[in-house]
């Protein structure tokens, strides 16, 4: 089935330090939303973009909803232990009858270094 | 107050068997989604539900897969004469409205399906 285009895939990183990712689509979404899983727990909601060009901040999470509408990115400021997990991006295309049926990215996987 | 539950959280079945997984939404949510979670991907959909009609069905990989939901709030998903490809985590999702909207989906903690 249809995935994003996540990246990286996995990432070490020193607790303190800033993190991004982003996300790309060959389609045009009209949402995009970045998701926490964590082992054995299903994806939590972290942030959600429904406009071209907005940047939302959720605490030291901040995500930006791409231009083209194609595309969009996650920062991380400031690591810290407990952001150890799997983040998903998501996108939703829009139009009459969409089921709003949620596309997924493969997910990055954010390990801090010991 | 309540999330999504799914029960069982784990299920191992041999292969051929039936098995029957069951979602129970946030009360009031209308929209129900299905989602398959293979080993190290992100979920993909598999069906929809607003209320009990099942108004998208296009991601159910077979037909040995269906999904009921007859009252508008449990779901069941059952998969029949279960293959190894099967394996994964069925997480279901529930939201307040259908569809579109800045109302998200909720997700339960999933199903592990294991067929040996």
């Known amino acids: 089935g249809q995935q994003l285009n996540q990246s990286p895939q996995s990432m070490f990183i020193q607790e303190g330090e800033d993190v991004s990712m982003n996300c790309t689509s060959s389609?045009?979404?009209?949402?995009w939303l970045w998701y926490k899983q964590d082992p054995g727990e299903g994806p939590v909601l972290l942030i959600a973009?429904?406009?071209?060009?907005e940047l939302t901040s959720n605490g030291r999470l901040t995500a930006q909803f791409g231009i083209t509408r194609k595309d969009s990115f996650l920062n991380i400021s400031a690591s810290i232990p407990s952001d150890v997990g799997i983040y998903f991006c998501?996108?939703?295309?829009?139009?009459?009858?969409?089921?709003?049926?949620?596309?997924f990215g493969q997910g990055t996987t954010l390990q801090v270094k010991p | 107050g309540a999330g999504v539950s799914q029960s069982p959280r784990y299920k191992v079945a041999k292969r051929g068997q039936d098995v029957a997984l069951r979602c129970d939404p946030i009360?009031?949510?209308?929209?129900l989604f299905w989602y398959q979670q293979a080993l190290g991907q992100g979920p993909e959909f598999l069906t929809y539900?607003?209320?009990?009609?099942?108004?998208?069905k296009s991601g159910l990989p077979s037909d040995r897969f269906f999904a009921e939901r007859p009252e508008g709030s449990v779901s069941t998903l059952k998969i029949q004469r279960t293959q190894q490809e099967d394996s994964a985590v069925y997480l279901c999702?529930?939201?307040?409205?259908?569809?579109?909207?800045?109302?998200?989906?909720?997700f339960g903690p999933g199903t592990r399906l294991t067929v040996t």
């Open positions: 999702a529930s939201s307040l409205v259908p569809g579109q909207g800045v109302y998200e989906q909720y």
């Open positions: 009360s009031g949510h209308v929209s």
């Open positions: 539900f607003q209320n009990e009609a099942q108004l998208d």
């Open positions: 973009l429904y406009k071209a060009g």
């Open positions: 389609s045009i979404f009209n949402t």
């Open positions: 998501a996108g939703r295309t829009g139009g009459s009858g969409n089921t709003g049926k949620l596309i």
